[in-house]
């Protein structure tokens, strides 16, 4: 999904993930109103990485298993930092995450993918890529293909302001003027 700013990209997302109610109409997801969805039932088949996704101030290993419900041993933490080349000697998150740079805030939800992707349904990316470096794109892009290339039962939803990715995707939505 592709539009200029203010063009509506969050907020259709924010409406797919019922953070925000429709004014009118309704939403449905496989005929029943997403309003009649429990949260839980949501939560567990969408994977959302917003473009301000909130940090909690907590050891790295804590945050993300808190935000993945999944348990990590030190040597899959350790994997995955060094999957998205994630400094090792940050151990700690503060100030909700001031204390990290976009770039490694970016690759904090980079990891959230990595270990959330293969039991949702549907992956929302919401300017994932927005102020990246262009290794970590890069990497971004790879994390994007691997998802791609293994996984046909799945729908994703990339929100961005670039062209680059139009190779993955079989419907693009254009919103404003693009």
């Given at each position: 999904?592709?539009g200029?700013?203010?063009?509506?990209?969050?907020?259709?997302?924010?409406?797919?993930?019922?953070?925000?109610?429709?004014?009118?109409?309704s939403?449905?997801?496989?005929?029943?109103?997403?309003?009649?969805?429990?949260?839980?039932?949501l939560?567990?088949?969408?994977?959302?990485?917003?473009?301000?996704?909130?940090?909690?101030?907590?050891?790295?290993?804590?945050?993300?298993?808190?935000?993945?419900?999944?348990?990590?041993?030190?040597?899959?933490?350790?994997?995955?930092?060094?999957?998205?080349?994630?400094?090792?000697?940050?151990?700690?998150?503060?100030?909700?995450?001031?204390?990290?740079?976009?770039?490694?805030?970016?690759?904090?939800?980079?990891?959230?993918?990595?270990?959330?992707?293969?039991?949702?349904?549907?992956?929302?990316?919401?300017?994932?890529?927005?102020a990246?470096?262009?290794?970590?794109?890069?990497?971004?892009?790879?994390?994007?293909?691997?998802?791609?290339?293994?996984?046909?039962?799945?729908?994703?939803?990339?929100?961005?302001?670039?062209?680059?990715?139009?190779?993955?995707?079989?419907?693009?939505?254009?919103?404003?003027?693009?």
């Open positions: 999904m592709k200029d700013n203010g063009s509506g990209k969050s907020t259709y997302i924010k409406l797919i993930v019922n953070l925000l109610r429709p004014k009118k109409g939403i449905l997801i496989n005929g029943t109103d997403i309003g009649r969805i429990s949260k839980r039932s939560h567990n088949s969408i994977l959302y990485i917003s473009q301000d996704e909130v940090l909690l101030n907590d050891s790295v290993k804590t945050y993300l298993e808190s935000i993945t419900g999944k348990t990590l041993s030190e040597e899959q933490l350790n994997a995955l930092l060094e999957e998205v080349k994630f400094e090792t000697d940050i151990t700690e998150i503060r100030d909700g995450g001031l204390s990290l740079s976009g770039g490694q805030r970016k690759k904090l939800m980079m990891i959230k993918l990595l270990l959330g992707w293969q039991s949702s349904s549907v992956i929302i990316l919401d300017e994932f890529e927005n990246l470096d262009s290794d970590t794109r890069a990497l971004a892009s790879e994390i994007e293909n691997l998802i791609c290339e293994h996984r046909e039962d799945h729908i994703l939803f990339r929100i961005s302001h670039l062209d680059d990715m139009r190779q993955l995707a079989n419907i693009h939505i254009s919103l404003g003027k693009n």
